[in-house]
């Protein structure tokens, strides 16, 4: 079972950012968060993870709060390449990897 | 991107026929992994391998086995397609580590396969 709660879609206007929320009420203390997202048919791509600090990277920003119960991850200029369906993922080492629903998000020009 | 080559891309078969699904990967990662999506249902996990001659059943196994004779290869094999095994089909790939390194997975691009 998924361990995560993610809204089912979300809108975000073209060079907005976009605010993704993820609620793991349920985590442990070795267990990261990932995201990633899937472009319409094709392959889940990998965006970012971590475990209790903040992230960056190239893409998006991931922030982890102090509880660790949920996390937003941020696409700090959102594209309208950026529409797909984004997924939260707990997961700790020697855990397969369960994707859940994720949220569709809409960019809009 | 991950080295990562599913083959065939797209293959319409009949019911009753054996298909198999080829992964190649040049990473040369440790697990291997067989998910199928669906509508509805989202991304499954089929089978796995954790090193060579090494698999295990996901959560939707019944109906599949998987072979992986080589590191950088994994083979699913349908031995008798049904009409509900029409679906998408990905292979991932993860390299084994420790837990402070958190590992990823990272997907193929995917096979379409229609059973009629």
Redesign the interface.
Known sequence: DAKTTQPTSMDCAEGRAANLPCNHSTISG?E?V?WYRQIH??????II???KNNETNEMASLIITEDRKSSTLILPHATLRDTAVYYCIVR??GQ???????TRLSVLP | DAGITQSPRHKVTETGTPVTLRCHQTENHRYM?W?RQDPGH????IH?SYGVKDTDK?EVSDGYSVSRSKTEDFLLTLESATSSQTSVY?C?ISES???SS?????????SWLTVV
């Open positions: 070795n990261y990932y048919s094709q392959g889940p791509q990998y993870h971590g475990l700790d080492y397969n990897f369960v994707f859940g629903p994720g | 992994y998910y989202g991304l499954r996990l796995y996901g990905f991932a580590g420790r837990i958190g590992n990823t997975i990272y997907f193929g691009e995917g």
